[in-house]
Every structure is written in structure tokens, then in C-alpha cells.
Nanobody, 122 residues
Framework: QVQLVESGGGLVQAGGSLRLSCTAS????????MGWFRQAPGKEREFVAAISWSGARTIDADSVKGRFTISTDNAKNTVYLQMNSLKPEDTAIYYC???????????????WGQGTQVTVSS
């Protein structure tokens, strides 16, 4: 089992920044990729970004390219999502997930955190 705990969400004005953190514990060796997903009210959960634990490979959704950056700190078993130039449409609950494959498909991720709310006001 892998336990994931997110933090760092909050309320920010459009154009502002936030950094989300996701700390993993348990059998982290069973996962090779970490992803961030988000879900807005009434919408499907969508992919945001993912990274290999080594940090060597990353993938991003087109909607966040150039604004969001995913990174890892292996010593802390923590994955970060730096979010800049935030827009109201970025408002959602953001979830951290752990899986074996570095892909965008949420169905391939096995472990999920409880989510952290990000609200961007206009």
C-alpha cells in the first residue's frame, strides 16, 4: 500500500501562484510514476501532469504547459506541482496519484490522495 497526502491548496487571485505538495509513504517502491489530476464540479477528473520518481521524464496536459511544473524530491518522497499564472478555469480539487506507468490515463494509477482544493478568483 502507498499512502499519499496532498497539501498546499487555497484561494488565489488570477495570475497568482500556488505550490502543491504530495508526500508518499508506505510501499513507494511499488510505484514508478506520480501524477497530478484535477476535478472541477460537474466535470470528469482530468490529467494535469506526471513525473517518474527519478525526475527524468515528465508529461503535461496542454492546458497547463508553460504554467505548471511538476518535480520530485526523492529524499522527502515528495512530488510538487508549481502552478503559475493561475486562471479561474484552474479551479478544482487537485489529486495526487501513484502508479506504475508514466501515462495520462487516470485508470492506470492505483493509489490516490484525498485531494486539495484550489480556487482561483477572477
Amino acid at each position: 500500500q502507498v499512502q499519499l497526502v496532498e497539501s498546499g491548496g487555497g484561494l488565489v487571485q488570477a495570475g497568482g501562484s500556488l505550490r502543491l505538495s504530495c508526500t508518499a509513504s508506505g510501499r513507494t517502491v511499488s510505484s514508478r510514476a506520480m501524477g497530478w489530476f484535477r476535478q472541477a464540479p460537474g466535470k470528469e477528473r482530468e490529467f494535469v501532469a506526471a513525473i517518474s520518481w527519478s525526475g527524468a521524464r515528465t508529461i503535461d496536459a496542454d492546458s497547463v504547459k508553460g504554467r505548471f511544473t511538476i518535480s520530485t524530491d526523492n529524499a522527502k518522497n515528495t512530488v510538487y506541482l508549481q502552478m503559475n499564472s493561475l486562471k479561474p478555469e484552474d479551479t478544482a480539487i487537485y489529486y495526487c496519484a501513484a502508479g506504475y506507468l508514466l501515462v495520462m490515463d487516470k485508470n492506470t494509477y492505483t493509489y490516490w490522495g484525498q485531494g486539495t482544493q484550489v480556487t482561483v478568483s477572477s
